[in-house]
Protein backbone atom coordinates (compact mmCIF):
# COMPACT_ATOMS: atom_id res chain seq x y z
CA UNK A 1 0.00 0.00 0.00
CA UNK A 2 1.86 2.53 -0.84
CA UNK A 3 -0.41 5.59 -0.50
CA UNK A 4 -0.50 5.59 3.34
CA UNK A 5 3.18 4.27 4.73
CA UNK A 6 4.96 6.12 7.90
CA UNK A 7 6.38 9.36 6.81
CA UNK A 8 3.90 9.92 4.19
CA UNK A 9 1.45 12.73 3.53
CA UNK A 10 -2.23 12.63 3.89
CA UNK A 11 -3.72 13.22 1.64
CA UNK A 12 -1.05 11.84 -0.99
CA UNK A 13 0.52 14.49 -2.54
CA UNK A 14 -0.94 12.79 -6.12
CA UNK A 15 -4.33 13.45 -4.81
CA UNK A 16 -3.77 16.67 -3.00
CA UNK A 17 -4.64 19.21 -5.83
CA UNK A 18 -8.20 16.82 -6.76
CA UNK A 19 -9.16 17.38 -3.05
CA UNK A 20 -8.48 20.94 -3.38
CA UNK A 21 -10.53 21.04 -6.35
CA UNK A 22 -13.65 19.42 -5.10
CA UNK A 23 -13.42 21.80 -1.79
CA UNK A 24 -13.05 24.81 -3.88
CA UNK A 25 -15.84 24.05 -6.18
CA UNK A 26 -18.13 22.80 -3.04
CA UNK A 27 -17.21 26.13 -1.78
CA UNK A 28 -18.51 28.15 -5.21
CA UNK A 29 -21.51 25.41 -5.10
CA UNK A 30 -22.74 27.12 -1.53
CA UNK A 31 -22.02 30.72 -2.49
CA UNK A 32 -18.47 31.37 -0.73
CA UNK A 33 -16.97 32.69 -3.98
CA UNK A 34 -14.95 35.16 -2.04
CA UNK A 35 -13.00 31.94 -0.06
CA UNK A 36 -12.14 30.75 -3.19
CA UNK A 37 -11.19 33.92 -5.74
CA UNK A 38 -9.07 35.99 -3.22
CA UNK A 39 -6.12 35.20 -3.76
CA UNK A 40 -6.10 35.56 -7.88
CA UNK A 41 -6.65 39.37 -6.69
CA UNK A 42 -3.53 40.78 -6.60
CA UNK A 43 -3.90 42.81 -9.95
CA UNK A 44 -6.63 44.78 -8.40
CA UNK A 45 -5.92 48.47 -6.67
CA UNK A 46 -6.23 48.74 -3.11
CA UNK A 47 -9.60 50.51 -3.21
CA UNK A 48 -10.81 47.46 -5.68
CA UNK A 49 -9.80 44.84 -3.07
CA UNK A 50 -11.76 46.94 -0.43
CA UNK A 51 -15.34 46.38 -2.64
CA UNK A 52 -17.94 44.96 -0.87
CA UNK A 53 -17.89 41.57 -3.27
CA UNK A 54 -21.27 40.71 -4.84
CA UNK A 55 -21.77 36.93 -5.99
CA UNK A 56 -24.08 35.80 -8.35
CA UNK A 57 -24.45 31.98 -7.11
CA UNK A 58 -24.43 30.49 -11.30
CA UNK A 59 -21.96 27.43 -10.03
CA UNK A 60 -25.17 26.34 -8.10
CA UNK A 61 -27.25 26.55 -10.90
CA UNK A 62 -25.53 24.97 -13.64
CA UNK A 63 -24.83 22.11 -11.16
CA UNK A 64 -28.80 21.59 -9.95
CA UNK A 65 -30.14 22.26 -13.63
CA UNK A 66 -27.98 18.73 -14.67
CA UNK A 67 -29.38 16.99 -11.61
CA UNK A 68 -32.56 18.17 -11.77
CA UNK A 69 -32.75 16.95 -15.66
CA UNK A 70 -30.95 13.27 -14.69
CA UNK A 71 -32.97 12.08 -11.46
CA UNK A 72 -35.48 15.19 -11.11
CA UNK A 73 -37.77 11.86 -11.81
CA UNK A 74 -36.71 8.63 -9.94
CA UNK A 75 -34.91 6.31 -12.38
CA UNK A 76 -36.72 2.46 -12.11
CA UNK A 77 -34.33 -0.28 -12.28
CA UNK A 78 -35.49 -3.49 -14.57
CA UNK A 79 -34.68 -7.37 -13.78
CA UNK A 80 -35.43 -7.89 -18.20
CA UNK A 81 -37.89 -10.78 -16.96
CA UNK A 82 -41.81 -11.15 -15.83
CA UNK A 83 -43.26 -7.80 -14.05
CA UNK A 84 -44.16 -9.87 -10.74
CA UNK A 85 -40.83 -11.87 -10.62
CA UNK A 86 -38.45 -12.44 -7.48
CA UNK A 87 -35.68 -10.47 -9.07
CA UNK A 88 -37.93 -7.41 -10.21
CA UNK A 89 -38.88 -7.41 -6.71
CA UNK A 90 -35.62 -7.74 -5.62
CA UNK A 91 -33.87 -4.59 -7.39
CA UNK A 92 -37.38 -2.57 -6.30
CA UNK A 93 -36.70 -3.80 -3.10
CA UNK A 94 -32.70 -1.88 -3.42
CA UNK A 95 -33.67 0.71 -4.82
CA UNK A 96 -36.60 1.86 -2.09
CA UNK A 97 -35.07 0.73 1.14
CA UNK A 98 -31.94 2.68 -0.05
CA UNK A 99 -33.96 6.13 -0.89
CA UNK A 100 -32.04 5.54 -4.32
CA UNK A 101 -34.04 8.26 -5.70
CA UNK A 102 -32.26 10.63 -3.24
CA UNK A 103 -29.25 9.09 -3.65
CA UNK A 104 -28.81 9.40 -7.09
CA UNK A 105 -29.70 13.19 -6.96
CA UNK A 106 -27.32 13.99 -4.77
CA UNK A 107 -24.63 11.95 -6.49
CA UNK A 108 -25.32 13.79 -9.37
CA UNK A 109 -25.38 17.07 -7.82
CA UNK A 110 -21.79 16.34 -6.07
CA UNK A 111 -20.50 14.79 -9.33
CA UNK A 112 -21.62 18.45 -11.40
CA UNK A 113 -18.99 20.38 -8.93
CA UNK A 114 -16.59 17.26 -7.91
CA UNK A 115 -16.22 15.52 -11.07
CA UNK A 116 -16.25 12.44 -9.88
CA UNK A 117 -19.33 10.13 -7.14
CA UNK A 118 -18.31 6.87 -5.36
CA UNK A 119 -21.34 4.54 -4.24
CA UNK A 120 -20.48 1.89 -1.84
CA UNK A 121 -22.10 -1.51 -1.24
CA UNK A 122 -22.21 -3.22 2.28
CA UNK A 123 -23.96 -5.88 4.30
CA UNK A 124 -24.76 -4.31 7.81
CA UNK A 125 -27.44 -2.63 9.59
CA UNK A 126 -28.16 1.11 9.89
CA UNK A 127 -26.94 1.87 13.44
CA UNK A 128 -24.42 -1.21 13.86
CA UNK A 129 -26.10 -2.96 16.46
CA UNK A 130 -27.34 -0.75 18.52
CA UNK A 131 -31.37 -0.96 18.03
CA UNK A 132 -32.46 -5.40 18.00
CA UNK A 133 -32.05 -6.86 14.80
CA UNK A 134 -36.02 -7.04 14.27
CA UNK A 135 -36.30 -3.39 14.18
CA UNK A 136 -32.71 -3.11 11.99
CA UNK A 137 -32.35 -6.37 10.23
CA UNK A 138 -29.02 -6.98 8.37
CA UNK A 139 -29.18 -6.08 4.39
CA UNK A 140 -27.60 -4.63 1.49
CA UNK A 141 -26.87 -1.21 2.37
CA UNK A 142 -26.13 1.09 -1.19
CA UNK A 143 -24.41 4.39 0.29
CA UNK A 144 -23.30 8.10 -1.75
CA UNK A 145 -19.49 7.86 -0.51
CA UNK A 146 -17.68 10.95 -0.20
CA UNK A 147 -15.09 11.93 -2.89
CA UNK A 148 -12.67 13.78 -0.48
CA UNK A 149 -11.62 10.09 1.27
CA UNK A 150 -11.58 8.15 -1.54
CA UNK A 151 -8.38 7.09 -2.86
CA UNK A 152 -8.30 4.79 -6.17
CA UNK A 153 -5.33 3.05 -7.36
CA UNK A 154 -4.89 1.64 -11.05
CA UNK A 155 -3.51 -0.98 -12.85
CA UNK A 156 0.15 -0.75 -13.79
CA UNK A 157 -0.09 0.85 -17.24
CA UNK A 158 -3.82 1.64 -17.16
CA UNK A 159 -4.40 4.95 -15.89
CA UNK A 160 -8.46 4.07 -16.46
CA UNK A 161 -8.69 0.84 -14.88
CA UNK A 162 -9.43 1.10 -10.59
CA UNK A 163 -8.22 -2.16 -9.08
CA UNK A 164 -8.09 -0.85 -5.51
CA UNK A 165 -10.46 2.10 -3.84
CA UNK A 166 -8.76 2.92 -0.51
CA UNK A 167 -11.13 5.44 2.22
CA UNK A 168 -9.64 6.94 4.68
CA UNK A 169 -10.45 9.34 6.88
CA UNK A 170 -9.08 10.93 9.90
CA UNK A 171 -10.61 11.09 13.22
CA UNK A 172 -9.37 13.54 16.69
CA UNK A 173 -8.11 11.80 19.01
CA UNK A 174 -9.47 12.77 22.29
CA UNK A 175 -8.03 15.34 24.63
CA UNK A 176 -5.46 16.25 22.06
CA UNK A 177 -5.99 19.68 21.01
CA UNK A 178 -6.01 18.82 17.36
CA UNK A 179 -2.56 17.36 17.74
CA UNK A 180 -3.19 14.05 17.15
CA UNK A 181 -5.20 12.08 14.92
CA UNK A 182 -6.02 8.41 13.99
CA UNK A 183 -6.46 7.92 10.18
CA UNK A 184 -8.78 4.82 9.37
CA UNK A 185 -8.23 3.04 6.14
CA UNK A 186 -10.50 0.95 4.55
CA UNK A 187 -9.39 -0.60 1.25
CA UNK A 188 -11.10 -2.36 -0.69
CA UNK A 189 -9.96 -5.06 -2.93
CA UNK A 190 -11.67 -7.74 -5.46
CA UNK A 191 -12.86 -9.86 -3.00
CA UNK A 192 -12.00 -8.72 0.09
CA UNK A 193 -11.55 -5.61 2.40
CA UNK A 194 -8.53 -4.51 4.57
CA UNK A 195 -8.80 -2.57 7.74
CA UNK A 196 -6.10 -0.45 8.85
CA UNK A 197 -5.33 2.44 11.63
CA UNK A 198 -2.53 5.03 11.26
CA UNK A 199 -0.89 7.65 13.46
CA UNK A 200 -1.08 11.11 12.47
CA UNK A 201 0.19 14.94 12.91
CA UNK A 202 -1.17 18.29 11.69
CA UNK A 203 1.55 19.66 9.48
CA UNK A 204 0.02 22.53 7.42
CA UNK A 205 -3.04 24.76 8.48
CA UNK A 206 -4.76 27.26 6.12
CA UNK A 207 -5.67 30.78 7.72
CA UNK A 208 -8.30 29.74 8.99
CA UNK A 209 -7.01 27.01 11.12
CA UNK A 210 -8.43 24.22 8.75
CA UNK A 211 -6.19 21.45 8.78
CA UNK A 212 -4.94 21.03 4.91
CA UNK A 213 -2.53 18.31 5.23
CA UNK A 214 -0.94 15.24 8.07
CA UNK A 215 1.73 13.42 8.36
CA UNK A 216 1.90 9.39 9.50
CA UNK A 217 4.40 8.80 11.37
CA UNK A 218 3.09 5.46 12.93
CA UNK A 219 0.92 2.34 12.00
CA UNK A 220 -1.53 0.96 14.88
CA UNK A 221 -0.79 -2.73 14.29
CA UNK A 222 -3.51 -4.48 16.07
CA UNK A 223 -6.17 -2.57 13.61
CA UNK A 224 -5.15 -4.74 10.89
CA UNK A 225 -8.17 -6.96 9.59
CA UNK A 226 -9.36 -8.66 6.26
CA UNK A 227 -12.47 -9.60 5.64
CA UNK A 228 -13.49 -11.77 2.51
CA UNK A 229 -16.62 -10.45 0.70
CA UNK A 230 -17.49 -13.29 -1.70
CA UNK A 231 -18.15 -10.88 -4.36
CA UNK A 232 -15.46 -10.89 -6.92
CA UNK A 233 -15.54 -7.17 -7.25
CA UNK A 234 -14.61 -4.14 -4.96
CA UNK A 235 -17.61 -3.15 -3.33
CA UNK A 236 -17.12 0.44 -4.70
CA UNK A 237 -18.48 2.02 -7.88
CA UNK A 238 -16.83 5.29 -9.45
CA UNK A 239 -19.02 6.87 -11.62
CA UNK A 240 -17.33 10.13 -13.13
CA UNK A 241 -19.02 13.25 -14.72
CA UNK A 242 -17.52 12.54 -17.42
CA UNK A 243 -14.05 11.64 -17.95
CA UNK A 244 -11.01 11.61 -21.45
CA UNK A 245 -9.60 8.36 -22.26
CA UNK A 246 -5.90 8.52 -19.96
CA UNK A 247 -7.01 9.40 -16.63
CA UNK A 248 -10.09 7.55 -14.24
CA UNK A 249 -10.72 11.14 -12.73
CA UNK A 250 -13.88 12.96 -13.84
CA UNK A 251 -13.98 16.68 -15.07
CA UNK A 252 -16.35 18.78 -13.54
CA UNK A 253 -19.02 21.79 -14.86
CA UNK A 254 -17.28 23.99 -12.84
CA UNK A 255 -13.79 24.59 -12.87
CA UNK A 256 -13.19 25.72 -16.72
CA UNK A 257 -15.61 28.43 -15.71
CA UNK A 258 -13.26 30.22 -12.73
CA UNK A 259 -12.51 33.21 -14.42
CA UNK A 260 -16.02 34.18 -16.29
CA UNK A 261 -17.47 33.53 -12.72
CA UNK A 262 -15.04 36.03 -10.75
CA UNK A 263 -15.29 38.46 -13.17
CA UNK A 264 -19.08 38.03 -13.58
CA UNK A 265 -19.00 38.84 -9.74
CA UNK A 266 -16.64 41.87 -9.90
CA UNK A 267 -19.34 43.56 -12.80
CA UNK A 268 -22.18 43.50 -10.43
CA UNK A 269 -19.78 44.67 -7.78
CA UNK A 270 -18.29 47.59 -9.24
CA UNK A 271 -21.67 48.68 -10.84
CA UNK A 272 -22.84 48.12 -6.85
CA UNK A 273 -19.90 50.68 -5.99
CA UNK A 274 -20.68 53.08 -8.52
CA UNK A 275 -24.45 53.13 -8.21
CA UNK A 276 -24.26 53.81 -4.02
CA UNK A 277 -21.39 56.57 -4.98
CA UNK A 278 -24.47 57.69 -6.82
CA UNK A 279 -27.05 57.52 -4.06
CA UNK A 280 -24.91 60.17 -1.86
CA UNK A 281 -22.79 62.59 -4.15
CA UNK A 282 -21.33 65.36 -3.66
CA UNK A 283 -22.92 69.04 -4.41
CA UNK A 284 -21.37 72.01 -6.15
CA UNK A 285 -22.72 75.89 -5.20
CA UNK A 286 -22.24 79.33 -6.49
CA UNK A 287 -19.45 81.17 -5.01
CA UNK A 288 -20.60 82.73 -1.71
CA UNK A 289 -23.52 80.20 -1.33
CA UNK A 290 -22.06 78.99 2.41
CA UNK A 291 -21.44 80.70 5.66
CA UNK A 292 -18.02 82.46 6.09
CA UNK A 293 -15.79 82.64 9.23
CA UNK A 294 -14.25 85.69 10.74
CA UNK A 295 -11.60 85.90 7.68
CA UNK A 296 -13.98 85.39 5.28
CA UNK A 297 -13.21 81.65 4.31
CA UNK A 298 -16.18 79.56 3.63
CA UNK A 299 -17.35 77.39 6.49
CA UNK A 300 -17.41 74.02 5.11
CA UNK A 301 -15.15 70.66 4.50
CA UNK A 302 -15.75 69.09 1.47
CA UNK A 303 -14.59 65.18 2.10
CA UNK A 304 -16.51 65.60 5.42
CA UNK A 305 -19.51 67.67 4.24
CA UNK A 306 -19.37 66.40 0.51
CA UNK A 307 -20.58 70.37 -0.87
CA UNK A 308 -18.20 73.02 -1.99
CA UNK A 309 -18.24 76.21 -4.05
CA UNK A 310 -17.06 77.45 -7.58
CA UNK A 311 -17.43 80.51 -9.27
CA UNK A 312 -18.56 80.16 -12.59
CA UNK A 313 -20.64 82.98 -13.40
CA UNK A 314 -24.79 82.66 -12.33
CA UNK A 315 -24.18 78.80 -12.30
CA UNK A 316 -26.76 77.32 -10.05
CA UNK A 317 -26.39 74.36 -7.06
CA UNK A 318 -25.82 70.64 -8.74
CA UNK A 319 -24.89 67.40 -7.62
CA UNK A 320 -21.46 66.13 -8.96
CA UNK A 321 -22.50 63.06 -10.45
CA UNK A 322 -20.18 60.51 -12.98
CA UNK A 323 -22.21 57.99 -14.61
CA UNK A 324 -18.89 55.55 -14.45
CA UNK A 325 -19.74 53.97 -17.97
CA UNK A 326 -22.52 52.23 -16.73
CA UNK A 327 -24.10 51.49 -19.82
CA UNK A 328 -20.81 49.76 -20.86
CA UNK A 329 -21.00 47.42 -17.54
CA UNK A 330 -24.18 46.62 -18.23
CA UNK A 331 -23.33 45.32 -21.88
CA UNK A 332 -20.32 43.44 -20.66
CA UNK A 333 -22.38 41.71 -17.83
CA UNK A 334 -25.20 40.28 -20.48
CA UNK A 335 -22.31 39.22 -22.76
CA UNK A 336 -20.34 37.50 -19.77
CA UNK A 337 -23.74 35.83 -19.26
CA UNK A 338 -24.38 34.83 -22.09
CA UNK A 339 -21.01 33.49 -23.07
CA UNK A 340 -21.31 31.57 -19.67
CA UNK A 341 -24.22 29.93 -20.41
CA UNK A 342 -23.14 28.80 -24.20
CA UNK A 343 -20.36 27.38 -22.59
CA UNK A 344 -22.33 25.23 -19.74
CA UNK A 345 -24.51 24.15 -22.31
CA UNK A 346 -28.05 26.10 -20.73
CA UNK A 347 -29.97 27.78 -23.27
CA UNK A 348 -31.71 30.81 -21.92
CA UNK A 349 -34.91 28.69 -22.36
CA UNK A 350 -34.26 26.95 -19.43
CA UNK A 351 -34.25 29.72 -17.14
CA UNK A 352 -37.14 31.67 -18.53
CA UNK A 353 -34.81 34.09 -20.13
CA UNK A 354 -36.94 36.90 -22.30
CA UNK A 355 -36.25 36.41 -26.20
CA UNK A 356 -35.81 32.76 -25.25
CA UNK A 357 -38.21 31.87 -27.78
CA UNK A 358 -41.12 29.78 -26.44
CA UNK A 359 -44.15 31.65 -26.87
CA UNK A 360 -46.36 29.45 -29.15
CA UNK A 361 -43.58 27.20 -29.64
CA UNK A 362 -44.42 22.96 -30.18
CA UNK A 363 -42.92 20.64 -28.02
CA UNK A 364 -40.41 20.03 -30.54
CA UNK A 365 -39.65 23.09 -31.02
CA UNK A 366 -38.89 23.77 -27.50
CA UNK A 367 -36.84 20.80 -27.67
CA UNK A 368 -34.74 22.00 -30.04
CA UNK A 369 -34.01 25.02 -28.75
CA UNK A 370 -32.86 22.65 -25.36
CA UNK A 371 -30.85 20.80 -27.47
CA UNK A 372 -27.22 21.62 -25.92
CA UNK A 373 -28.77 20.75 -22.37
CA UNK A 374 -30.30 17.54 -23.03
CA UNK A 375 -27.09 16.11 -24.87
CA UNK A 376 -25.15 17.58 -21.88
CA UNK A 377 -27.77 14.92 -19.88
CA UNK A 378 -27.44 11.71 -22.13
CA UNK A 379 -23.39 12.40 -21.83
CA UNK A 380 -23.73 12.07 -18.21
CA UNK A 381 -26.47 9.73 -18.11
CA UNK A 382 -24.15 6.96 -19.88
CA UNK A 383 -21.88 7.41 -17.22
CA UNK A 384 -24.04 6.59 -14.79
CA UNK A 385 -26.22 3.85 -16.08
CA UNK A 386 -22.81 1.78 -16.19
CA UNK A 387 -22.44 2.68 -12.77
CA UNK A 388 -25.88 1.55 -11.32
CA UNK A 389 -25.82 -1.28 -13.67
CA UNK A 390 -22.93 -2.23 -11.68
CA UNK A 391 -23.85 -1.29 -8.18
CA UNK A 392 -27.10 -3.25 -8.65
CA UNK A 393 -24.81 -6.70 -9.93
CA UNK A 394 -22.63 -6.20 -6.23
CA UNK A 395 -25.67 -5.42 -4.29
CA UNK A 396 -27.33 -8.82 -5.26
CA UNK A 397 -23.88 -10.53 -5.46
CA UNK A 398 -23.43 -9.64 -2.10
CA UNK A 399 -27.01 -10.47 -0.57
CA UNK A 400 -26.14 -14.02 -2.21
CA UNK A 401 -23.27 -14.74 0.08
CA UNK A 402 -24.39 -12.93 2.98
CA UNK A 403 -28.14 -13.70 3.19
CA UNK A 404 -29.13 -16.47 5.03
CA UNK A 405 -32.00 -17.48 2.34
CA UNK A 406 -32.45 -15.99 -1.29
CA UNK A 407 -35.37 -16.39 -2.99
CA UNK A 408 -33.95 -15.06 -6.96
CA UNK A 409 -31.20 -15.48 -9.38
CA UNK A 410 -28.41 -12.62 -9.91
CA UNK A 411 -29.56 -10.73 -13.14
CA UNK A 412 -26.75 -9.96 -14.94
CA UNK A 413 -27.77 -6.94 -16.98
CA UNK A 414 -30.25 -4.93 -15.16
CA UNK A 415 -31.38 -2.01 -16.98
CA UNK A 416 -31.95 1.47 -15.51
CA UNK A 417 -34.84 3.35 -16.72
CA UNK A 418 -34.05 7.38 -16.66
CA UNK A 419 -37.53 8.92 -16.76
CA UNK A 420 -37.55 12.17 -19.39
CA UNK A 421 -37.87 15.51 -17.40
CA UNK A 422 -39.19 17.42 -20.17
CA UNK A 423 -42.73 16.67 -20.70
CA UNK A 424 -43.73 15.93 -24.35
CA UNK A 425 -46.07 17.31 -26.09
CA UNK A 426 -49.12 15.04 -26.00
CA UNK A 427 -51.69 16.72 -28.81
CA UNK A 428 -48.33 17.04 -30.96
CA UNK A 429 -47.71 13.49 -30.42
CA UNK A 430 -51.12 12.45 -31.19
CA UNK A 431 -51.88 14.19 -34.02
CA UNK A 432 -48.23 13.44 -35.62
CA UNK A 433 -49.60 9.35 -34.66
CA UNK A 434 -52.98 10.09 -36.63
CA UNK A 435 -51.42 11.43 -39.39
CA UNK A 436 -49.32 8.46 -39.74
CA UNK A 437 -51.42 6.13 -39.11
CA UNK A 438 -54.41 7.42 -41.76
CA UNK A 439 -56.61 8.01 -38.50
CA UNK A 440 -56.46 4.67 -37.60
CA UNK A 441 -55.78 3.88 -33.25
CA UNK A 442 -52.48 3.23 -32.85
CA UNK A 443 -52.75 2.22 -28.82
CA UNK A 444 -55.05 -0.19 -27.28
CA UNK A 445 -57.48 1.45 -24.38
CA UNK A 446 -55.59 -0.58 -21.73
CA UNK A 447 -51.87 0.51 -23.18
CA UNK A 448 -53.04 3.78 -22.99
CA UNK A 449 -54.77 3.49 -19.11
CA UNK A 450 -51.28 1.67 -18.41
CA UNK A 451 -48.76 4.40 -20.10
CA UNK A 452 -50.73 7.48 -19.59
CA UNK A 453 -52.22 6.72 -16.08
CA UNK A 454 -49.48 4.47 -14.53
CA UNK A 455 -52.02 2.03 -13.93
CA UNK A 456 -51.17 -2.20 -13.94
CA UNK A 457 -52.75 -4.78 -16.24
CA UNK A 458 -55.18 -5.84 -13.58
CA UNK A 459 -56.28 -1.99 -12.68
CA UNK A 460 -56.40 -1.28 -16.28
CA UNK A 461 -58.63 -3.86 -17.37
CA UNK A 462 -61.05 -3.62 -14.36
CA UNK A 463 -61.01 0.03 -15.63
CA UNK A 464 -61.99 -1.14 -18.76
CA UNK A 465 -64.73 -2.77 -17.21
CA UNK A 466 -66.47 -0.30 -15.21
CA UNK A 467 -66.33 2.10 -18.49
CA UNK A 468 -68.29 -0.59 -20.59
CA UNK A 469 -70.39 -1.17 -17.04
CA UNK A 470 -71.25 2.41 -17.39
CA UNK A 471 -71.81 2.73 -21.01
CA UNK A 472 -74.49 0.02 -20.99
CA UNK A 473 -76.16 1.94 -17.56
CA UNK A 474 -76.19 5.01 -19.99
CA UNK A 475 -78.08 3.04 -22.86
CA UNK A 476 -75.28 2.75 -25.12
CA UNK A 477 -76.06 -0.31 -27.77
CA UNK A 478 -73.29 -2.92 -27.17
CA UNK A 479 -71.52 -2.90 -30.94
CA UNK A 480 -71.64 -6.62 -30.36
CA UNK A 481 -75.46 -6.76 -31.22
CA UNK A 482 -74.76 -6.05 -34.62
CA UNK A 483 -72.75 -8.86 -34.95
CA UNK A 484 -75.24 -11.36 -33.81
CA UNK A 485 -77.65 -13.31 -36.00
CA UNK A 486 -81.30 -12.53 -36.42
CA UNK A 487 -83.62 -14.83 -37.12
CA UNK A 488 -86.69 -13.69 -38.69
CA UNK A 489 -90.25 -15.68 -38.33
CA UNK A 490 -91.87 -16.15 -41.81
Not at 68 to 82: I, K, N, T, Y
Not at 109 to 127: E, M, V
Amino acid sequence: MTLFQIGQYYPHPDHAERIQRYRDNKKLFKGFHYDVFQKKRNHLSKDQKNLLYITANLPALICKKSADFLFGEPASFDAGVQENSNEQKALERFGSQNNMNITNYESALGNAFRGDAFYKIRWGQRWNGMIDKKLDPFRVFIEAQNPEYVFPETLPGDAKNIFIYHIAFPVEVPNTNKQEFILKVESHYPGKIVNREYRMNPTKLDTEGNILQYRIYAEVIDSFKETETHVPFSLVVHVPNFAIDDSWEGIDDLSEHHSIFDEINMRLSLIAEILDKHSDPAMAVPLGSLGEDEHGNPIFHTARDKIFEYEKGDAEPKYITWNGQLEAAFKELDKLLDYLLMAAEIPPVVLGKDNSGTSGSSGSGIKQRMNSLLLKIKRKRQYFEVGLKQVLIIAQMLEHAKADKVDYKVVENPRVLFNERLADDEMEKATVAQIRSGGKPTKSLKSILMEDYKLTEEQAEKEIQRIRDEEKADGFVDSEVFNREVIVDA
